[in-house]
């Protein structure tokens, strides 16, 4: 079973496309994040959701869009991709306030070419 | 500016040789500090949080300590299990977001 997936693992595309990364939890939380792991390997948040509602939004290009359905799901729509969008994009959950305890998922590879 | 610095990148021990890992920060107004493992093609795995210099905290061959400006993740005779990236990160008194460290790549030889 399991808690926190994301679809699709892997992404290839070119630069100008328009992509979509789903994700799912299963635990029940009422928080979701969207984290961004770069080249350089830090990890960095980008948007967070509770109960549907945005609550953090980083500074962030207007060209990602996260879309909260419900709950259990947050998406993240990706328009016009650049080169420097290539990254490993993680999504999370937790309880809201437990933050640090969120349980990720397998991350999507993201490249731009 | 939040910030953690993780030493060393990367770490080679042999099974049984036991470490540290080492995280320098500088936040304002330390919420908490908190360690991951994240292991290659998964996200990041919760491990600790420590909230105060003095802090220890355990789990199995793994120890993490806390002071004003650093924290320690000790290994005690490290399994080749136990290889992985280990992720340190912050977050301020302020607010809820987590700044991450590069990570320390442990490899554990049999």
């Keep these: 079973d399991t808690a926190v997936s994301q679809t699709p693992k892997y992404l290839v595309t070119q630069m100008g496309n328009d992509k979509s990364i789903k994700c799912e939890q299963n635990l029940g939380h009422d928080t979701m994040y969207w984290y961004k792991q770069d080249s350089k390997k830090f990890l960095k948040i980008m948007f967070s959701y509770n109960n549907k509602e945005l609550i953090i939004n980083e500074t962030v290009p207007n060209r990602f869009s996260p879309k909260s359905p419900d709950k259990a799901h947050l998406n993240l729509h990706i328009n016009s991709l650049e080169l420097g969008d290539s990254a490993v994009y993680f999504c999370a959950s937790s309880q809201l306030g437990q933050y640090a305890e969120a349980f990720f998922g397998q991350g999507t590879r993201l490249t731009v070419v | 500016e939040d910030q953690v610095t993780q030493s060393p990148e990367a770490l080679r021990l042999q099974e049984g040789e036991s470490s540290s890992l080492n995280c320098s920060y500088t936040v304002s107004g330390l919420r908490g500090l908190f360690w ?75």
């Design chain 2, 36 to 110: 991951y493992r994240q292991d290659p093609g998964k996200g990041p795995e919760f491990l600790f949080t420590l909230y105060s210099a003095g802090e220890e905290k355990e789990k199995e061959r793994l120890k993490a300590t806390l002071t004003k400006k650093e924290s320690f993740l000790h290994i005690t005779a490290p399994k080749p299990e136990d290889s992985a990236t280990y992720l340190c990160a912050v977050s301020p008194g302020s607010n809820y977001k987590l700044t991450f460290g590069k990570g320390t790549l442990l490899t554990v030889n049999p």
